[in-house]
């Protein structure tokens, strides 16, 4: 699976969208990126996944780059309960039998303040 | 669905006692995965199973380690004997298996030998 690369950490306002970034410069044509974040003391969520169009569900917004070499993750009004550590993952399918195996990196850890 | 279900939540042991972890996947997730999460070293996969069978223990530190999966709607996670470096906490995840599925995730058992 291609590494990836995140800041160790970020500051957001609450009320305002936080983008967080995520660089993957050797991501493969048949890998995704996958965003996962864990709150404090709890297991890792899943928030949202793609391959190389833009994705949108009711927590995030996931912007690909065209070389699909890195991507944002947009939460767009941050709350207190957005401070998470935030791990963005790049995984290969290898077939039905892979599941959902997940290499976890450092992560971004977002602090969203009052 | 109440999710994964882990237990204990906390574990507190002596070195070189046996520590059995549980984990109860989500109904009708086939692929169940073993996670160990320390300051150090991050949240790292130790084995993962599809369709009860172990499909990669490359991740498991040692022979003191062992999982099995001896039904689809039970995990354990042996540690025998246990060690102070074996502290910390252990998630299960479970998903369905596929390219494109996501891994919900346990609350986890935090270790502590002492």
């Known amino acids: 699976d291609a590494k990836t690369t995140q800041p160790p950490s970020m500051d957001c306002a609450e009320g305002r969208a936080a983008n967080l970034p995520c660089n993957h410069s050797t991501i493969s044509g048949n890998e995704y990126v996958y965003w996962y974040r864990q709150i404090h003391s709890q297991g890792p969520q899943y928030i949202i996944h793609?391959?190389?169009n833009n994705e949108t569900n009711e927590m995030a917004s996931l912007i690909i780059t065209e070389d699909r070499k890195s991507s944002t993750l947009i939460l767009p009004h941050a709350t207190l309960r957005d401070t998470a550590v935030y791990y963005c993952?790049?995984?290969?399918?290898?077939?039905?039998?892979?599941?959902?195996?997940?290499?976890f990196g450092e992560g971004t850890q977002l602090t969203v303040n009052p | 669905d109440a999710g994964v279900i882990q237990s204990p939540r906390h574990e507190v042991t002596e070195m070189g006692q046996e520590v059995t972890l549980r984990c109860k996947p989500i109904?009708?997730?086939?692929?169940l995965f073993w996670y160990r999460q320390t300051m150090m070293r991050g949240l790292e996969l130790l084995i993962y199973?599809?369709?009860?069978?172990?499909?990669?223990d490359s991740g498991m530190p040692e022979d003191r380690f062992s999982a099995k999966m001896p039904n689809a709607s039970f995990s354990t996670l042996k540690i025998q004997p246990s060690e102070p470096r074996d502290s910390a906490v252990y998630f299960c995840?479970?998903?369905?298996?596929?390219?494109?599925?996501?891994?919900?995730f346990g609350q986890g058992t935090r270790l502590t030998v002492v």
């Open positions: 793609g391959l190389k």
């Open positions: 993952i790049v995984r290969v399918g290898q077939g039905e039998t892979s599941g959902s195996r997940l290499t």
């Open positions: 109904s009708g997730h086939n692929s």
């Open positions: 199973f599809n369709n009860n069978v172990p499909i990669d």
């Open positions: 995840a479970s998903s369905q298996q596929g390219l494109y599925t996501e891994a919900f």
